[in-house]
């Protein structure tokens, strides 16, 4: 037999959903009585995105069985300190820690950038992408909502954007970064820690006049590249303020 419920996607949950079904209730019919997040998940919303459930006036979690004639409200995770008492989203480690997909690899290297630890490979698949994330705890950031559906992902954001400066603005609107922003703290090229170190140290790696011009100087300590407040910082905080980071 056939059973209907019917749903309701608050905010920023109707960016997953086709023009017909925003800001509206939605009819589900489905057979039997599966999890809730089974049937938010086939509407087209990744777990990750939802903060909090309903049905019929009551909270439950996501393994509620769906029944005949439930009546569901969802409400989004709009950032990480709104996280409601009834939140489903699991408190996140601090300091936050990233993961990007392929595909993200611009937006991985602005945030290492600005000193977020972010994990990242140009040939990482999608099982690495959810083992690592599980293993270290980080959020996977990605345009990929099916990668977002995956069972063992914990934390996730969907990249509603597909430039990297925009990208870079909504996660740190989502996981307030601009209050913990760190300049010359992680290696663009491989997310490791960079620390100050001694001119003499690094005068062979690093253009004469760089040394002539620079009292300060960082290196990364794991591939250890070189870094100074040159060309590359002032790029950086004029997107601090483009972007009011
Ligand atoms: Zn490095």
Redesign the pocket.
């Known amino acids: 037999m056939e059973n209907l419920a019917v749903f309701r996607f608050y905010d920023s949950l109707n960016d997953f959903l086709s023009s017909p079904n925003k800001d509206t209730q939605i009819n589900y019919r489905f057979s039997g009585n599966p999890a809730i997040k089974d049937a938010i998940e086939a509407l087209g919303i990744p777990h990750t995105e939802v903060d909090s459930i309903l049905v019929n006036g009551s909270f439950v979690n996501f393994f509620h069985k769906l029944a005949n004639e439930d009546v569901v409200q969802v409400y989004p995770l709009s950032n990480i300190t709104n996280r409601t008492s009834q939140s489903l989203t699991p408190t996140l480690h601090s300091p936050v820690r990233f993961i990007a997909d392929v595909p993200a690899g611009k937006l991985a290297k602005k945030l290492r950038m600005f000193g977020f630890d972010t994990a990242y490979q140009n040939n990482f698949t999608d099982e690495e992408v959810v083992e690592i994330a599980e293993r270290e705890n980080r959020i996977v950031l990605t345009r990929d909502i099916g990668l977002l559906k995956h069972k063992k992902i914990k934390w996730g954001y969907w990249l509603r954007s597909q430039h990297a400066d925009e990208q870079l603005a909504e996660v740190a609107a989502r996981y307030h970064l601009s209050k913990n922003i760190n300049p010359l703290a992680r290696?663009i090229?491989?997310?490791?820690e960079i620390v100050p170190v001694n001119k003499k140290d690094i005068i062979e790696h690093v253009p004469p006049k760089t040394v002539e011009l620079f009292k300060e100087f960082y290196q990364?300590t794991?591939?250890?590249?070189v870094y100074w407040k040159g060309s590359h910082y002032e790029h950086m905080l004029e997107t601090i303020e483009r972007l009011k980071l």
């Open positions: 290696c090229i491989c997310n490791g990364c794991g591939c250890k590249k």
